[in-house]
């Protein structure tokens, strides 16, 4: 199994930044299974929807919405970060860390961003 926990998210103004975190913990066997990680996030009466991922060799996608504004990153195979820029306040929403593995998917348990007005 693999336990992915989150940090960062919180409350803050329109154009203002935030910085997720997560880190993957585990087996040696299944972290070596990891080919992607990525965030996502879900606001109220929306679907969640892909924000950003990241591959182990360092390929990157974005959302078109989040395109300039937003950075995906990773120390090692086992930890992302989304560094959030010029925040809007459509911005808001549940964020969950995402881990691919061969065969898997796992998530986090999501935090909350807030961009106020």
């Known amino acids: 199994q693999v336990q992915l926990v989150e940090s960062g998210g919180g409350l803050v103004q329109a154009g203002g930044s935030l910085r997720l975190s997560c880190a993957a913990s585990?087996?040696?066997?299944?972290?070596?299974?990891?080919?992607?990680m990525g965030w996502y996030r879900q606001a109220p009466g929306h679907q969640r929807e892909l924000v950003a991922g990241i591959t182990n060799d360092g390929r990157t996608n974005y959302a078109d919405s989040v395109k300039g504004r937003f950075t995906i990153s990773r120390d090692n195979v086992k930890t992302v970060y989304l560094q959030m820029n010029s925040l809007k306040p459509e911005d808001t929403a549940v964020y969950y860390c995402n881990v691919r593995a061969k065969g898997d998917d796992y998530w986090g348990q999501g935090t909350q961003v807030t961009v106020s007005s």
């Open positions: 585990g087996s040696i066997f299944n972290i070596a299974r990891i080919n992607t």
